[in-house]
């Protein structure tokens, strides 16, 4: 499932674009980037780092590939 993910300035998953307004209001910071990912829908990425989720992404796309 392609999923769009955006991320704090660390490179920590924030979640879905519903998250980054809850984010910003608390942090008063705007998050870093967003990025696609092809991951399965029961994949809970939030709290991950960047290189972590492309870890998984990397391990499913072998198995499925």
Known sequence: MNKRLYFTKEKICIGSYDEVAKYEQKTKQSYWVSEFFNLTPDY?????????????QLLLSSENG
């Open 44 to 56: 809970n990425p939030v709290g991950m780092t960047l290189q972590e989720i492309e870890q998984v």
